[in-house]
């Protein structure tokens, strides 16, 4: 017996199609054809109730914070893959840890304003170049020790990936500052 939507489909393509019609069902069958050679048959295609099922069962395993946090990660991980393919492995790690830090980093160390921080990030990027004077070098030193250690440590990663871009030299001073504000507010700083 045949199957009455076969029926239909076969009377509206045989009788009741103009020309822009049987274009769109010609290019549905093509398309059908290469999804069932592509996943090897009928019973193979997948199941788009069942699949959005999956995700969501997927999705829930993970709830919490860190697992919501992880799977954003990998998101970015691929997109960074998709759209950057020339980068390393450790220069994609280094580029989503400055946007989403993985397990439970802090963005800055207690008591850490973005003033402070700020001033910090000027502090060292001027030692960096060696635009500081050696007083105020060793001002701080009498005060925090090895405290171009200290300050890199203390920095969060996205500023520390804005650091070194502008002593990369890939912007201006006006343009570190704006960068720097924008990524201690993206940290909540």
Known sequence: ??????VKTLDYIMNRCDEAAIE?????VVR?????ALFGGRDKLPDPKKWAQDITSQ???GASIDGVKSMVRNMAVEIIKQHAPEL???????????WIPSGGEEAAPPGMNADLLETMAAQFAAFSQGRMSRQEDQSLRDQLGAWPDRYWKAFPPVVKLVIRDYLKGEFGEQ???DKLRTALSMQGI
Request: aromatic share 4%.
């Open 59 to 61: 999705m829930n395993i």
């Open 88 to 98: 390393t492995a450790g220069q994609i790690a280094e580029l989503t840890d400055a």
């Open 1 to 6: 017996m045949a199957d009455p939507e076969l």
């Open 175 to 177: 343009e570190f500052q």
């Open 32 to 36: 059908r054809r290469r999804d069932l």
């Open 24 to 28: 769109a069902v010609a290019a549905a």
